[in-house]
């Protein structure tokens, strides 16, 4: 029989760590680097969230600390079976305004599964226009990843126009420990499936972010040039098979 629950109680956002909390990530100092937009906007209404944040917040030596702008992590990760098969489904409405046009990367609203015990990141990056599922093993502060026969640390996008542009797209990203797969899926549809994932993923940290991914510079970050974004987010089921 399959395990059903849902991931949501967005009216306690404001209550750290009962079911929410905010990401980020604590760094070689002991300082922690929090993913919050000091002039968000946050509204919970009819059980979805709502956040609109100016883009402020930027990082000029740590690619992963630059991305998030805002993000918030489940207060407990998620277990992954051993055997079987674990998924996670939402809906996701994103929009902007001053964002590059034709550039996602620019300003875009998240799912992140984020394994903070090998580095694993199974995502769900949308924009307005356009939508990427991403598979990787990061680099995250403070996390040992694991050595195997390829490439240590990647990430890989794949775009797609193929959704409804503006609008709520429901979304879901399903991971099998012992077939060593990962599915993608978008709108009930199968948009991406890998197979051979060289790391076994233990527990997903669920993630709610809004996000830049622009490439550093040697003159430091260059993801912040006035953007506004808006993300919306359903609860999301969790379902083990």
């Not at 956040?51 to 702008?69: E, F, G, T, W, Y």
């Not at 995502?123 to 403070?142: R, T």
């Not at 099998?176 to 051979?196: L, S």
Request: hydrophobic residues 40%; glycine residues 8%; aromatic residues 12%.
């Amino acid at each position: 029989m399959d395990n059903q629950w849902v991931l949501g109680d967005f009216h306690t956002i404001l209550n750290e760590g009962e079911v929410w909390k905010m990401g980020g990530f604590t760094l070689p100092d002991g300082s922690f680097w929090q993913y919050r937009e000091p002039d968000a906007v946050v509204i919970v209404r009819n059980g979805l969230l709502y956040v609109r944040a100016p883009l402020s917040r930027s990082h000029d030596r740590i690619q992963i600390l630059d991305n998030a702008k805002h993000m918030y992590y489940s207060a407990e990760p998620v277990i992954v079976p051993e055997n079987g098969e674990i998924s996670f489904e939402l809906r996701i409405r994103a929009r902007a305004q001053n964002t590059a046009k034709d550039d996602l990367y620019d300003g875009f609203v998240s799912l992140n599964l984020l394994d903070f015990t090998t580095g694993g990141a199974l995502d769900f990056f949308a924009s307005p226009d356009k939508y990427a599922s991403v598979y990787a093993v990061l680099p995250f502060p403070g996390v040992k990843v694991p050595e195997t026969d390829q490439t240590r640390y990647f990430c890989v996008f794949k775009e797609d126009d193929d959704f409804d542009a503006g609008q709520f797209n429901t979304y879901k990203i399903a991971y099998n420990q012992a077939k060593d797969e990962v599915a993608f899926y978008v709108n009930g549809r199968e948009v991406r499936r890998e197979r051979n994932v060289p790391v076994k993923f233990k527990q997903f940290t669920v993630a709610l972010g809004i996000m830049t991914e622009k490439d550093l510079t040697p003159e430091g970050s260059v993801s912040v040039h006035g953007q506004t974004v808006i993300g919306e987010w359903s609860p999301v089921t969790i379902v083990v098979k």
